[in-house]
Structure formats: structure tokens, C-alpha cells
């Protein structure tokens, strides 16, 4: 069996009080990594899966973090830096949404907050937590799109925008320090089925699968097991990259 091994990694986990950060970090820990979870509001969430992890033989503590603000992003560094180490792996999930309106409609506010939760979020955690990762000559930045960013339906302007501003932030970095063997790259997941669907039982959703070559919705497990690929050795030759992880719904062309 060919392992996915992050054993001795720590990897920081921003939105990991959210449906599908909880699942990443459980993945992470899985494979062996150490987490740092960072919240906002959801302090409870974020605290029972830290002590969750913690039981299954995994360090982990929770950080409260507002990722749109570069003073909270320097206190996470040195708060997470101070109680375990400079972190090997980051993992850039946490997202501020709106409800989606047309160009004509939608606040200009919402245009600005998805730029800092987008854009400023990526470009807060590379400036905080890379410069230690060079001289280690070992790190990674896994940071996660969405297939609407090359979709651009109607009354997705704001969220694309964010999207598609993080995914030129990232193919940047990633090559501005690729030569220092740190790897920058983004999973893209479809409509994903989450904890919450499972309680509802809304997994289903005939409209959106019929166009899916896969025909059916992902799972939070399945964007997760991507995240854990890009942050271990065995894609440590693939950087600047935008994985769809939605079924084929989008597929980036040459």
C-alpha cells in the first residue's frame, strides 16, 4: 500500500469549525498530522474537535482567527508557533458567503468582503506562515476553490470574483516559491454533501447530477482525501494547480 504519511506535520486548518474543514482536519490527523484549527465564532465546534482529535492520539488546539484581518493572522502565527512549531502545512478553507444576487443587485459590500475573505485570506496566511517553511525547504499551501469559479453563473459575481482574484494570488506564489520546494495549490469541489445533507437527507439532487459526468453529487470526504494527496510527499512535483474535485462538472482545458 502506497501511504499517505503527514507524521510529524502540523498543519493549520482555517474554517475548521465548518462542515467541511471538520472533515479535512480529521483527514489530516488520519494521516498523522498535528492540527491547529482556527474558527471565528463557532468556539464550541472547533473545541469539541480539537479534544476529538486529541483522544485519537493527534496534538491539536483551537485558534480563534478572523482570516480577513492580517493582525489576527500574525497572532495565529505566533499563538500556533508558541504552543507546538511553525506550521509545515496550510490548509486555506474558511469562507465568508452572501446570498447570490445579480451584478445589478448585489451590494458592493458583498464584492468586498469576498475579496478579503478570498483573496486577503490566502495572501494574510502566505505572508504570516511561508517565510519559516523556506529555510525548512519543505511546506505546503493547499487552498480551496470552487468549480463556480469556472462556471460564472448568474448571480455568482461576488463569489467568483473572490475565486477567481485567490486563484491568481496562489499560481503567483506558487511560482515565487516553488524553489524552495514549498508547493501552493487549490482543490475545486462541486455542490458537496456534507454532514448537514445526511441529517436532512438531501444528498440526492437529481437536477445538479444529471449533469455531472459522474452523476452525483461529492462527498466532504472525497475533497478532503484530495487535500490530504496535495499536502503530503506524494505530490510533492505538482504546484500551481486548480483541481476540480466535482465529477467531471468542470474539467480545465489545454
Not at 490527523?29 to 485519537?56: I, P, R
Request: glycine content about 8%; proline content about 4%; charged content about 20%.
Amino acid at each position: 500500500m502506497l501511504p499517505i504519511d503527514l507524521s510529524g506535520r502540523l498543519a493549520v486548518v482555517t474554517g475548521a469549525s465548518g462542515e467541511l474543514g471538520r472533515v479535512i482536519a480529521r483527514t489530516l490527523a488520519l494521516a498523522g498530522a498535528d492540527l491547529a484549527l482556527t474558527y471565528l465564532n463557532n468556539a464550541a465546534t472547533a473545541e469539541a474537535l480539537a479534544s476529538e482529535l486529541a483522544a485519537a492520539g493527534r496534538r491539536a488546539r483551537a485558534f480563534r482567527a478572523d482570516v480577513t484581518s492580517a493582525g489576527s493572522i500574525a497572532a495565529l502565527r505566533d499563538a500556533v508557533t508558541e504552543w507546538h512549531s511553525a506550521p509545515d502545512i496550510l490548509v486555506n478553507n474558511a469562507v465568508i458567503q452572501y446570498p447570490w444576487k445579480s451584478v445589478l443587485e448585489q451590494p458592493l459590500a458583498d464584492y468586498e468582503s469576498q475579496f478579503r475573505s478570498c483573496v486577503l485570506h490566502n495572501v494574510h496566511m502566505a505572508q504570516a506562515f511561508v517565510p519559516a517553511m523556506i529555510p525548512r525547504r519543505w511546506g505546503r499551501v493547499v487552498a480551496i476553490n470552487t468549480e463556480c469559479a469556472m462556471q460564472n453563473f448568474v448571480t455568482q459575481s461576488a463569489y467568483v470574483a473572490g475565486k477567481r482574484g485567490m486563484d491568481g494570488v496562489l499560481r503567483v506564489l506558487a511560482k515565487e516559491v516553488g524553489e524552495h520546494a514549498i508547493t501552493v495549490n487549490q482543490v475545486a469541489p462541486g455542490w458537496t454533501v456534507s454532514a448537514k445533507d445526511r441529517v436532512a437527507g438531501t444528498e440526492v439532487n437529481e437536477g445538479y447530477s444529471r449533469n455531472v459526468p459522474l452523476r452525483r453529487r461529492g462527498t466532504d470526504q472525497e475533497i478532503a482525501n484530495a487535500v490530504a494527496f496535495l499536502a503530503s510527499d506524494l505530490a510533492s512535483y505538482i504546484t500551481g494547480a486548480y483541481l476540480p474535485v466535482c465529477g467531471g462538472n468542470v474539467m480545465p482545458a489545454i
